[in-house]
Every structure is written in C-alpha cells, then in structure tokens.
T-cell receptor, first 118, second 119 residues
C-alpha cells in the first residue's frame, strides 16, 4: 500500500526564518501531490498542488513545493515565515486513481506542526 | 473555492447511542465523498469512500456495520456511528472532490470536521 512520510513532526521557527518541510511517498506510478494546511480551530485548506508540468509549484501565502520524481519527494518551502503560518501541515498523495476506479483516494502524511515565534 | 459543510461541528452522546454526521457539498456536485478520522496529534485516516447511489467502500480495518455511510444524493453523504463507545470519540472529517469517475486530477475540499465525544 502507498504511504506518505513527513519527516518533521514538530518544527519551531522564529519569524523571518526559512522553512522546508519534507514529504516522501512510496507510490511508483503517476501521482498527484498536495499540501494542505490546518490552522488552529479551522478546517483543512489547500496550499498548493502538483498534477503535471513544472515540478516547482507555487501556492498561496508565499509557499512553494518542488516535485522530485527520482526522490519520490514533494517538499514544502517558504523563504520567510510569519507568526500567522503557525499551523499543521499535511502532505497528501493520490493513490492509484485509475486502479481504484477513479475514486481518487487521498493518502495523508502524519502532519507537521509548525510553531512560529515572533 | 468550493464549500463543503459538515454538521454538527460538535456532538456529545451517551455510550450505546448512535450519532449521524452530515456532509454537504454546497455549490458543486460530488459523486464521491470521503470520510476521515483524525486522531489527536496524528494524521487523517481514510475510513471509507462514499459513492452516490451505491455502497460505500471501506478501508481495511474499518467496521462497516459500525460506521454506516449513506450517499443519498450528489450533495449529501452521511456517516452514522452506531452503538457509539468512548473509543469512537474522535474528530471526523469529510471531503469531496469535483470529479466524475475516471477523472482524478482534482483537488479535495474538506468540511470543518465533527468532534464526537462519547461519554
């Protein structure tokens, strides 16, 4: 079965520091990749997504992610974090979409809790 | 973006009773919806895929008689936790995608979640 690994469970940064959150997946076929963010008390929101094309994907709020197929990775980056980026970040991958009859299951990583201090 | 509404946001029930959670896609049709369970400090665990007009597809280890899923229309899926016990206390989240079967490259939209506490 496919799996998604997020290497950092907790990250603490000061404002203006650079951020990189790791995400690796195990599926060997064609994938869709996503980063979702969950702010305290709110529902999951899409930060960015990769379907095809340019492997460097720009998302909302200054986030970007790079898909490196050879490394099965989709790391999330932000050059300068803000206090308002404090949230939990989830990497997700589409699992075997055609083989599952198009049911489009998303498999999530364990999440990374980011705390940004002023 | 599309809106997915989940109701109720919080529910407390007595052990042995059943609880129904609704998930609605407000401005789009969703032939497929997904139900997740989020454990404290852990990731979202996919419980089942809800298919409009047919039976839900459950993930391994999820009791289908315990977690009843009904997808009665293109905008509504319900999850009923039957004979709830304290270990069923959790955060349940639904998700819907703007997609027809066979089209897989679309994003998922999430409901705000339901915090279930069984006492």
């Amino acid at each position: 079965a496919q799996s998604v690994s997020q290497h950092n469970h907790h990250v603490i940064l000061s404002e203006a520091a650079s951020l990189e959150l790791g995400c690796n997946y195990s599926y060997g076929g064609t994938v869709n990749l996503f980063w979702y963010v969950q702010y305290p008390g709110q529902h999951l929101q899409l930060l960015l997504k990769y379907f095809s094309g340019d492997p460097l994907v720009k998302g909302i709020k200054g986030f970007e992610a790079e898909f490196i197929k050879s490394k099965f990775s989709f790391n999330l980056r932000k050059p300068s974090v803000q206090w308002s980026d404090t949230a939990e970040y989830f990497c997700a991958v589409n699992e075997n979409p055609r083989g599952s009859g198009g049911y489009n299951k998303l498999i999530f990583g364990a999440g990374t809790r980011l705390a940004v201090h002023p | 973006g599309a809106v997915v509404s989940q109701h109720p946001s919080r529910v407390i029930c007595k052990s042995g009773t059943s609880v129904k959670i609704e998930c609605r896609s407000l401005d789009f049709q969703a032939t497929t919806m997904f139900w997740y369970r989020q454990f404290p400090k852990k990731s979202l665990m996919l419980m089942a895929t809800s298919n409009e007009g047919s039976k839900a597809t459950y993930e391994q280890g999820v009791e289908k008689d315990k977690f009843l899923i009904n997808h009665a229309s293109l905008t509504l899926s319900t999850l009923t936790v039957t004979s709830a016990h304290p270990e069923d206390s959790s955060f349940y989240i639904c998700s819907a995608r703007k997609t027809d079967r066979g089209l897989w490259n679309t994003e998922a939209f999430f409901g705000q979640g339901t915090r279930l506490t069984v006492v």
